[in-house]
């Protein structure tokens, strides 16, 4: 949590996450380049920085799609989660370096527009082939490239906590879902681009065993998640859901219950139970699956505190969650599923210790 | 003249003319931006120093039209909130869905392209016959 922004607010974590990402970076493309310029001498340098570029930010869109399910499966991935902001940002910077070497290799110094070139090269192209259809074994595909270039960079320009603050977290979490179509566009450009010319069968595998690995990795966090949803209040009365016993929840640490559809988190604290809003206000993360910390639950993501009674992150932050009226009938825990009022104060059902 | 290729040089021209003039109109923004509007909409802004603003700039050219209705919002004393955005629910909608796009997406179009791939022209001698 931080009330100034600065350009990057670094810390030991994010250093030892850079240090390692440009270890990891510099040893890829260094090796990649190496191992091709020995095989394909004939290579030019821009063609080696063209297609080692390409090549790491590929690798990096697969690693950068996969943190999000692997962190929803083991907890021990989340700190690949944290700055994953870098890794996106890194891999815009690859995917510029591609694009600006292949504009210039291909597009410019002509009497084209090179912009104009890259979107028109095969214009003509692009017919209309009876009976088949549109003639895709000539699509043109700078453009997809292009397309996934625009998103990757309006992505990377948002990354900033700036906006995040001004965008909000769920407008901002839904901009960021457009990773998706940048790995759809990206996988056309490849496609129809480098395997139209590239015989080797490494590269149709080694692309679709990426669509495949990341793929199965979803699958199986979705399906963790779907179970979570799936177990829904137990019973209703009096617009309360009864969502758990006082046993299941652990002292110090938060469990994820579902009530009408929407996620909450209980606390125990001091022989407390309390109800909070399962969404941390930073970047939408589940607060019931972190822990409680100096007397506030604590998002696992970013460590973003919430105080257990109303709330409220502690002074001088103003960022608040929900809370929600708990009551306990013996040992079960009924909840109101209908967020309360901002900051509304909810002292907690008393449990046996 | 072929209707296709016409149709996508078209949008191809109309695709870039709007990028560069909102490109254009977002850089021409971003000075005034980052000059005075950056601390009206975040007073805690008001001493940035040139590395966030650099940072924040390719992000003030592509967003400029929505910042500048905050930039106005903020002189006229209006509501800077952020937007409310989607739920939590609604999130996880859209990320079921997408990736439901992609299941079918990747086999589609892995499997279109490589299925029109044309044959490797064969090997051709050297040197060509003509110069033996």
Redesign the interface.
């Known amino acids: 949590m931080s009330l100034s922004l600065r350009a990057v607010d670094w810390n030991r974590q994010k250093r030892l996450y850079d240090l390692s990402l440009g270890a990891l970076l510099t040893l890829t493309l260094g090796a990649y380049l190496g191992v091709t310029a020995a095989v394909s001498p004939e290579s030019t340098a821009e063609t080696l920085l063209l297609r080692g570029a390409a090549g790491a930010s590929l690798v990096l869109l697969h690693v950068i799609l996969a943190i999000g399910p692997l962190a929803r499966l083991d907890p021990r991935f989340l700190p690949l989660l944290y700055n994953r902001r870098h890794l996106g940002v890194t891999m815009a910077a690859l995917a510029t370096l591609h694009a600006g070497l292949a504009v210039f290799q291909f597009h410019a110094l002509g009497d084209a527009n090179p912009w104009w070139s890259v979107l028109t090269a095969y214009a003509s192209d692009v017919r209309w082939a009876w009976p088949t259809g549109l003639n895709l074994a000539h699509l043109p595909f700078e453009p997809f490239g292009a397309a996934a270039w625009c998103v990757l960079a309006l992505m990377a320009a948002t990354s900033h906590d700036f906006w995040l603050r001004r965008l909000g977290a769920p407008v901002w979490k839904a901009l960021h879902c457009g990773v998706y179509l940048a790995y759809a566009l990206l996988l056309a450009h490849v496609a129809f681009g480098f395997l139209q010319s590239e015989r080797s069968a490494v590269f149709p595998v080694a692309l679709g065993a990426g669509w495949l690995g990341l793929t199965l990795l979803h699958l199986a966090a979705a399906a963790r998640e779907a179970r979570l949803d799936r177990s829904a209040a137990r019973a209703r009365e009096d617009g309360l859901d009864r969502v758990a016993t006082c046993a299941e929840v652990p002292e110090g640490e938060g469990k994820v219950v579902v009530a009408d559809g929407r996620r909450v988190a209980l606390f125990r604290r001091a022989g407390r139970i309390y109800a909070l809003a399962n969404v941390c206000r930073h970047q939408g993360g589940p607060l019931g699956e972190g822990r409680i910390v100096d007397g506030c639950a604590t998002c696992p993501w970013h460590g973003w505190n919430y105080r257990l009674e109303d709330g409220c992150s502690p002074p001088p932050f103003t960022e608040l969650v929900s809370t929600h009226r708990l009551r306990r009938l013996g040992e079960d825990l009924w909840l109101d599923p209908k967020p309360s009022p901002p900051g509304e104060v909810h002292p907690g059902v008393p449990v046996a210790s | 003249m072929?209707?296709?290729?016409a149709v996508?040089?078209a949008v191809?021209?109309v695709?870039?003319g709007f990028a560069a003039i909102h490109l254009t109109a977002g850089v021409a923004f971003a000075v005034a931006f980052q000059v005075r509007g950056l601390a009206s909409?975040?007073p805690?802004?008001r001493r940035?120093?040139l590395?966030?603003r650099?940072?924040?700039l390719?992000?003030v050219?592509?967003?400029w039209p929505w910042l500048a209705v905050?930039w106005r919002r903020a002189a006229t004393g209006g509501d800077l909130?952020?937007?409310?955005?989607?739920?939590?629910?609604r999130?996880?909608w859209?990320?079921?869905r997408?990736?439901w796009?992609?299941?079918i997406?990747?086999?589609l179009?892995?499997g279109?392209?490589?299925g029109?791939?044309?044959p490797?022209p064969p090997p051709q001698p050297w040197p060509p016959s003509a110069l033996r």
């Open positions: 072929d209707l296709v290729p996508y040089r191809a021209a695709s870039l909409v975040d805690t802004l940035a120093g590395g966030l650099l940072v924040l390719p992000g050219i592509l967003l905050l909130l952020p937007p409310a955005g989607p739920s939590p629910e999130l996880r859209l990320h079921r997408a990736w796009a992609l299941l997406a990747g086999p179009i892995l279109v392209a490589l029109v791939r044309r490797p």
